[in-house]
């Protein structure tokens, strides 16, 4: 087949939209990050979740071990039930304690794991009893004033 | 008295009647361009030329345009940012504005007006000079030969200038963000990769461009196939078609965000 100038710059063209696409999906994307391949999910009770989002991060001792899988509403205790999928390279002791944190002021909020004394560990399907509601501010700037206004009295006299 | 109120109303319906009428004739001219696309892809080579015309030759404006939308999104940015004690995300910033909506708007405006107007004049041009009864007379479909071509070479060229466009942009933001005001070259590429989704963020954004390249070049080609054969109608189609195209791509990525958002959640 003959070769024309016009094959060239089209080849040149379509070989720049790929490449760009390969930039923006490595390089600025997500996808160069090694994804955990393998992850195992257990469930955790809160009162209160504050701004968890659906695929938020889940970290132990600062680092990424997992994502939330699932948040529901459970009627019958009126509490959230939130299905957390944990990589499988990371294995937590039964009597591991899920927080909900906020990184910062403005930072987003996560899940924050600490691992317990137990032997056995965490599997498929588990539940983590011991929890720890997210904080809000509301309710403890709340506390904060009604303490300060009982305390008055005993300063005054 | 009754004249006076009667022929501005008059006038403002018939507009919106031949604004509907267009609307529908474009619909049928989407249709026929669709069924005699056949040649197009039977003969590449006719594809690849107007390729060439309509997306190579706009690849300068869209890379320099690129480069420098995301310098001014860097140095806007940071001085923002700035307030909140936040500049490390300034690559975050950067790359999900011109991803999600700077990449695909910007590039579709860009390529409206760059290439939209050429092909509109071309084929109006072509049609004031009789070149399409011609090739009638010699069964040469025009749909086919001429108009198809130039659809299916739009489609395939946004897509890619739009990511060339967010390419360039996420540089420049670099070049402002890194080289320039110091921030952490780290932190810059690691927050942005932490950020930005392939499927949700970047796949969306080559969606938004496609069908900003199928509106654009439906529109483009029909007003050079409507045009009325005389010097002042091509301009006119010409104008018209960067001011339609412009309206639609603002109107259809306000609707395709709203999907993507709602999606996402």
Known sequence: MERTTIDLWFGAFVAAGFAALLVLALKVGNLGAQRPAETYRVEARFDNIGGLKLRGPVRSAGVLVGRVADIHFDTERYQATVALALDKRYQFPKDTTASILTSGLLGETYVGLDAGGDDKKLAQGDRITITQSAVVLEKLIGQFLFSKAQEEPAAGQ | MLERVARPVARLGANVIDGIWRIGVMARFFGLVLISSGTSFSRFRLVMREV????????????????????????????????YGATESIGVLVALSLVRELGPVVAALLFASRAGSAITAEIGLMKATEQLTAMDMMAVSPMARVIAPRFWAGVISMPVLAMLFSAMGVFGGYLIGVVIIGVDNGVFWGQMQAAVDFRYD?????????????????????????????????????????????????ALDLVLTAFMLRAQD
């Open chain 2, 52 to 83: 060439y015309f309509s997306g190579v030759l706009s690849l300068v404006i869209i890379i320099v345009s690129g480069l420098f939308v995301g310098m001014v999104l860097g140095l806007q940015g940071y001085e923002t940012l700035q307030t």
């Open chain 2, 202 to 250: 970047v796949l969306n954004g080559v969606v938004k461009s496609f069908v900003f390249g199928i509106a654009i070049s439906v529109i483009a080609t029909f007003q050079g196939y409507d045009a009325p054969p005389t010097a002042e109608g091509v301009s006119r189609a010409t104008t018209r078609t960067v001011v339609t195209s412009a309206l639609v791509i603002l």
